[in-house]
């Protein structure tokens, strides 16, 4: 009788620390499995340069969302975006990948627009800033002058 | 023989421009930009707007030309961006006027610079009303810098509302700028900025003008 309970409060203890764990990893690795929420934008760049999936989305430093899919469509680079569900986009708001820092890592930047016209969900951000290449930049600084 | 010479020129012009650009896909926004961007080499060419005391008119003629190509009302509305919805028609008036003075004295001024730069249109991309121009400049020392420019299409016009260099665009600088001003000051402060430096610069042209006089 004695064993029983004490084998069930184990059994318990561990059931418990297995969820916390699950909890655990769902929380840091981000992983939403319970239906994402918010909506998705897509964004073409010529170079994305160091953005990665899980990459922030931010408007004035304020987190707004996360990079969902990055993909080659047409030679260039097709980036997901998904976004906060009361974060509303112009069409003319500017997308940009920027550096923390100066060797930090690769966020996406978004500078909102002025237009009275909003990106629908599964729209698409139709300005676009290109990462820029430093060490291209460096080079031709380097080279150009013959 | 002269029908050979004539021939002979042709065919020069046609390698010309299928090496220095405008190829067979060229399309509308490519060919109208192309058109106003070599009527400004054109006056920047002229040896008779060349000399030193005509400055302002060569000025003002490439300012001109610039109104032909650019959308300034959009370049000024995309800029000011959201604080662009509460302005009365009448500040947006004003702010376009004193905007496109600004571009005048940041860029017009400098494309006094030009030497015989190269320019090549590398390509051209079109996503419904809006347009993509990609061209070169071919610097005399052989580096190249990318200049895009972004058109968008009004009546049967293409207009450049945008341009990015080196991966760089106007509107964005503008836009972190004026926000900035706005943000931490107001509107009316950036306006007063933009009239004071305006100011400075219309002393400082009339001062060299008198000396040189």
Known sequence: MERTRVNTA???FLLLGILALGYLSIKLGRVSFLGASGYVVIVDFPSVGGLKAGSNVEIAGVEIGRVETIRLADYQARVTLRLNADVKLQEDAIASIKTKGLIGEKYLKISPGGSDKLIPPNGRIREVEAPVDFEELLSKYIFGKV | MTLHRRGFALAVVVLAAAVLGSPAWAGVPTEQLK???????????????????????RRASVRRIANDIFDFSETAKRSL?????????????????????????????????????????????????????????VTRHGSEIPIDYKMHHLGSRWLV?????????????????????????????????????????????????????
Not at chain 2, 38 to 51: A, E, F, Q, S
Not at chain 2, 82 to 110: C, M, N
Not at chain 2, 120 to 131: C, F, H, K, P
């Open chain 2, 161 to 213: 509302y945008d341009v990015t260099i080196e991966g760089v665009s106007l509107v964005a600088n503008y836009r972190t700028q004026f926000n900035k001003i706005i943000q931490t000051s107001s509107y009316a402060e950036l306006v007063k900025r933009m009239k004071t430096k305006q100011e400075e610069f219309l002393e400082d042209e009339r001062q060299r003008r008198t000396s040189q006089k």
């Open chain 2, 35 to 57: 058109s106003q961007i070599d009527r400004v080499l054109k006056v920047l060419d002229d040896p008779d707007l060349k000399k030193e005391n005509r400055a302002h008119d």
């Open chain 1, 10 to 12: 184990v059994g318990i």
């Open chain 2, 81 to 137: 961006a959201r604080h662009w919805q509460s302005r009365t028609p009448a500040e947006r008036e004003e702010f376009v006027q004193l905007f496109g003075d600004l571009l005048e004295r940041s860029y017009i001024s400098k494309i006094e610079l030009y030497g015989g730069e190269k320019i090549g249109y590398i390509g051209e991309s079109m996503d419904g009303d809006l347009a993509t121009v990609r061209t070169r400049i």
